[in-house]
């Protein structure tokens, strides 16, 4: 049921903004773009969403394409603690559920 | 800040036995999840409660139920465990207003590590 698709994996050197894309062309018009992550194994945490403007708070900032068919994550300055599994994620509509897909691993190295 | 809390942190249960995995939610949020994450695997949703009635169902097996109560705390009740029930079980909780909102993001805790043997 995964409605979005992201590269496997990444590497970002430390220091450096980390980009991450989504693509989501089958997204609907109320439908929000979600960005959480997982480090190793503790619960995902929540990142960054947004509609169709974009977004930016402490941690990130969140890049919706006009047509909405894709976004961008960036994480202005990866530290070795931004090394995570990052999910985009489409909600669907009815009733809030999340579904993951299969993430991109990011690898930030010294 | 106040966060998702689940209990235990880890269990080890023996084939065929139950289990009983607990969650509670932010305060003042209404709707919990269930999700599963198997080795290497991403989170696959189980079941939801808002407002202690179940709103939505994914790929929950029979042998589980689940129910929230008038405290909107949720228990995840597991029974006739086989060896792939280990998992990590994720427990996340969001905020609605009068109607379904949907855009309140979900927030996780961090799970309870099952080990059947």
């Known amino acids: 049921d995964a409605k979005t698709t992201q590269p496997p994996s990444m590497d970002c050197a430390e220091g450096r903004a980390a980009n991450l894309p989504c693509n989501h062309s089958?997204?609907?018009?109320?439908?929000?773009v979600y960005w959480y992550r997982q480090i190793h194994s503790q619960g995902p945490q929540y990142i960054i969403h947004?509609?169709?403007n974009n977004e930016t708070n402490e941690m990130a900032s969140l890049i919706i394409t006009e047509d909405r068919k894709s976004s961008t994550l960036i994480l202005p300055h990866a530290t070795l603690r931004d090394t995570a599994v990052y999910y985009c994620?489409?909600?669907?509509?009815?009733?809030?559920?999340?579904?993951f897909g299969s993430g991109t691993k990011l690898n930030v190295k010294p | 800040a106040a966060g998702v809390i689940q209990s235990p942190r880890h269990l080890i249960k023996e084939k065929r036995e139950t289990a009983t995995l607990k969650c509670y939610p932010i305060?003042?949020?209404?709707?919990v999840y269930w999700y599963q994450q198997g080795p290497g695997q991403d989170p696959q949703f189980l079941i939801s409660?808002?407002?202690?009635?179940?709103?939505d169902k994914g790929s929950i097996p029979d042998r589980f139920s689940a129910q929230q109560f008038s405290d909107y705390h949720s228990e995840l009740n597991m029974s006739s465990l086989e060896l792939g029930d280990s998992a990590l079980y994720f427990c996340?909780?969001?905020?609605?207003?009068?109607?379904?909102?949907?855009?309140?993001?979900?927030?996780f805790g961090n799970g309870t590590r099952l080990t059947v043997t």
């Open positions: 996340a909780s969001s905020s609605s207003t009068m109607t379904f909102t949907y855009n309140s993001p979900l927030h």
């Open positions: 089958t997204i609907s018009g109320n439908e929000y």
């Open positions: 947004g509609l169709k």
């Open positions: 994620i489409v909600r669907v509509l009815t009733r809030g559920k999340f579904y």
């Open positions: 305060p003042r949020h209404d709707t």
């Open positions: 409660f808002y407002e202690k009635m179940q709103s």
